[in-house]
């Protein structure tokens, strides 16, 4: 029997009470979701569990509320309206730990939606962008539903997938959703600068999305031998593999190889990583470990936080109660900087939100999840310089993390400081 078919006769594999992993980030199976929602009244209680998708994520809309419920590993802003701690909730774990989840049943698949590359003549498609998590999800599910599009990049590692795997397949072409971040601003550009001098040439660097990594490596192009072991990389990194900066020589895992589980950017990014030897993406497990992480020399990760409070703990994952975006590999580069040979693992934000909310604070707001403890914390970059807390004392801390406050801030700091310690 082909395995061909429509993506209505795919979804109609689904059925009530299933749990069924999508495909996140710029692979999301838009196509199939699509013909997911067709199914919804004949569908109960199926629960769909992944990263962060693209598109409008319509299944966590109030109509399909008897249809479908989300258990999200990532809460992406096409869910942030949507999470009622109910229905559509967050399932918080450190990435490096999601696939493990799987695998070993404690939360079961018994479908997998995917998109891949054609297959090749081998009869291999790619998991392509996207390897990350879903490399388990298809290893483990009960059934894998595949979207195959012309579009996607194959990309060299171990997301390699046999048509074999594959239980149905639909054809659908479409170009991947592209991300590109708002041009850094003159603080983000600040805190590039500041990044720049504490990353030393022949580092590994793991970086993420955004402003404010993009301004760090655009502040990199004079460096020189510098590798990537990352969870994700987007566009901003591509100077400096142009450029000769990183070149992935002094890495002691996969040298020459830029590695990571998944990329989010732009057509000329997909366009890179499409059959480049250079490039490979794992298993998010493997990628993420931090014994393999810190087999690499000067591995320096460079994350951010929504706050920081005046003893080093760091929320990166909610405003106060309210989750926003997830645990992530924080945790799991943190400590595989924290342990690779002349590592630094550093937290960079501004000292206040675009509102003019401040993020160094006396204590952080109720509910507010610690991603990062004090206990690990070491560097901390703002506009206004960069501190190490590794070895200080609270009151050592205090006095560091006010130093690099907004400078409106850090009168009012001072006072609760000193009150809190009565």
Not at 16 to 42: D, M
Not at 123 to 152: E, F, T
Not at 241 to 268: M, Q, W, Y
Not at 280 to 289: E, F, K, L, P, S
């Amino acid at each position: 029997m082909s395995k061909l078919c429509t993506a209505d006769e795919a979804v109609n594999h689904i059925n009530s009470n299933q749990r069924v992993f999508v495909h996140g980030g710029a692979a999301t199976p838009l196509a199939l979701i699509q013909a997911l929602l067709g199914e919804a009244s004949r569908l109960r209680n199926v629960e769909l569990i992944h990263l962060h998708t693209s598109g409008d994520a319509e299944y966590a809309r109030p109509e399909y509320e008897r249809s479908f419920r989300v258990a999200n590993l990532f809460v992406g802003d096409n869910m942030r309206r949507q999470l009622d701690g109910d229905r559509i909730d967050y399932l918080p774990c450190f990435l490096s730990e999601i696939p493990a989840l799987f695998r070993s049943g404690r939360r079961a698949l018994d479908i997998a939606l995917v998109q891949v590359s054609p297959p090749d003549k081998r009869g291999y498609c790619s998991l392509g962008v996207s390897v990350d998590v879903a490399r388990a999800a298809v290893d483990s599910a009960k059934v894998v539903i595949a979207q195959v599009n012309a579009h996607m990049p194959r990309v060299h590692g171990d997301g390699f997938v046999h048509i074999d795997e594959l239980d149905w397949l639909i054809e659908h072409d479409e170009p991947l959703p592209e991300s590109s971040p708002a041009p850094p601003t003159e603080e983000e550009k600040a805190i590039g600068h500041h990044a720049a001098q504490l990353i030393e040439d022949g580092a590994t660097l793991q970086m993420g999305i955004g402003a404010v990594p993009d301004a760090v490596l655009a502040a990199l192009k004079s460096h020189r031998h510098l590798g990537v072991h990352t969870e994700m990389w987007s566009d901003g990194l591509l100077p400096l593999l142009e450029c000769g900066a990183v070149d992935n020589s002094l890495k002691k895992v996969h040298p020459g190889r830029t590695i990571s589980g998944f990329v989010v950017g732009t057509r000329r990014l997909y366009d890179f990583i499409d059959d480049n030897p250079s490039v490979a993406q794992y298993d998010i497990g493997y990628v993420n470990r931090v014994n393999v992480i810190n087999r690499n020399p000067k591995v320096t990760a460079i994350n951010s936080a929504i706050e920081i409070d005046l003893t080093g703990q760091v929320c990166a994952d909610s405003i106060g109660h309210r989750v926003i975006s997830g645990v992530g590999g924080q945790m799991d580069f943190i400590r595989g900087a924290m342990t690779s040979e002349g590592g630094k693992p550093i937290i960079a934000l501004t000292s206040r939100t675009a509102k003019g909310i401040p993020r160094i604070v006396p204590t952080l707001r109720a509910g507010a999840g610690v991603v990062t403890t004090r206990a690990h914390v070491q560097f901390i970059i703002t506009e206004n310089g960069a501190v190490d807390l590794y070895g200080k004392t609270l009151n050592e801390r205090a006095q560091l993390l006010i130093s690099i406050a907004h400078p409106n801030d850090q009168e009012a700091l001072e006072k609760a400081w000193y009150e809190a310690r009565g």
